[in-house]
């Protein structure tokens, strides 16, 4: 980033996610990175989009970056990026500030999380059934529990369109998402994502979806509005969970939590929050940045995924996807 105004005090910085979500689960904390003070704050609008352009235009050259939550700037598959129209317009309300809605930490964090997991031991994945709620916002985690030989659903038309139809291959889902995407990215964020007061609903109208898994993973939103009484045994792989969302996961019988981003002060920030964060410490624009920048970041950080273990059974390993 050159010499914005945000830029002012070098040794602190302070990160905004503006979230079409709800402000129930709004958070802000101090953090110390690489030397750097790091103001992080989330900052839900309750679906309100044209509050939310307000924010972000206000938040522009005084905020080192901007993350935009409760929704996508970027659907990916199959090497094509697809554009949803009315993120890029939340996005240009910015003309100073970076702003980033995750998809580049996704495709390195998310993809490496999986692979930390397995190669130490932390869960078996080979022949697990594996649910994943959405592959086009985190296509590097698709191709992960592809790569570790899982059986896998990719829910994408299920629970972003709510079509009855789950993919079980890449191949395939790269062929749907290169029909739909083009017509998908232009409908309204509302139709596609919880925002606002929908996200503190729960409609387990796919709940038989998350019954059939092993594991269960991507956007928490998708998954918590979605969950049957009983998650027993069952692993959850996710992000932006706060201390009630836990709870929740412990009280339906859940065996072991995954998040990908580190806790901070009780709850897991999304993806969106974390790669503006990275973006303030590297102090260079989205568009420079490629997957071995953040690798390294990450890695100077000593980022790890957190793995919590809510029951007994995923304490000792025997829950059915524990390793």
């Not at 910085?13 to 030397?35: A, N, P, Q």
């Not at 390195?108 to 999380?113: G, V």
């Not at 929050?273 to 490629?290: D, F, S, T, Y």
Request: charged share 25%.
């Amino acid at each position: 980033m050159s010499n914005t105004a945000c830029q002012a005090d070098e040794e602190h910085l302070r990160i905004v996610s503006v979230s079409l979500g709800s402000s129930k689960r709004d958070h802000s904390v101090d953090v110390t990175m690489l030397g750097k003070r790091l103001t992080i704050e989330r900052t839900g609008v309750d679906g309100d989009y044209s509050k939310a352009c307000h924010l972000i235009a206000q938040l522009d050259g005084e905020v080192a970056a901007i993350g935009l939550g409760g929704t996508d700037l970027f659907l990916v598959a199959g090497g094509r990026r697809y554009v949803i129209e009315q993120s890029r317009r939340l996005a240009e309300s910015a003309r100073v500030t970076p702003v980033v809605d995750g998809s580049g930490l996704k495709n390195t964090l998310e993809r490496e999380t999986i692979r930390w997991l397995v190669d130490n031991g932390e869960l078996t994945l080979a022949g697990k059934r594996v649910l994943l709620v959405s592959a086009v916002d985190r296509f590097g985690m698709a191709e992960a529990f592809s790569e570790a030989g899982c059986d896998t659903i990719f829910g994408d038309l299920i629970f972003g369109l709510g079509v009855p139809a789950p993919v079980r291959s890449l191949r395939t889902m790269t062929i749907v998402a290169r029909v739909l995407l083009p017509v998908v990215r232009r409908l309204p964020i509302s139709v596609l994502y919880p925002t606002g007061k929908s996200q503190e609903s729960e409609r387990p109208r796919h709940a038989r979806w998350l019954r059939w898994s092993d594991v269960v993973a991507g956007d928490f939103h998708y998954i918590r509005r979605n969950l049957p009484e009983s998650m027993a045994g069952k692993v959850i792989i996710t992000n932006t969970t706060t201390a009630d969302d836990v709870a929740l996961l412990r009280e339906r019988g859940a065996a072991t939590l995954v998040t990908t981003t580190p806790e901070l002060e009780g709850r897991s920030f999304g993806t969106n929050v974390m790669e503006a964060a990275l973006i303030a410490l590297a102090g260079r624009p989205p568009e420079e940045m490629q997957p071995e920048d953040y690798l390294a970041l990450l890695g100077r950080l000593g980022w790890r995924p957190r793995v919590l273990r809510l029951t007994e059974e995923g304490r000792d390993g025997t829950s059915t996807a524990g390793g």
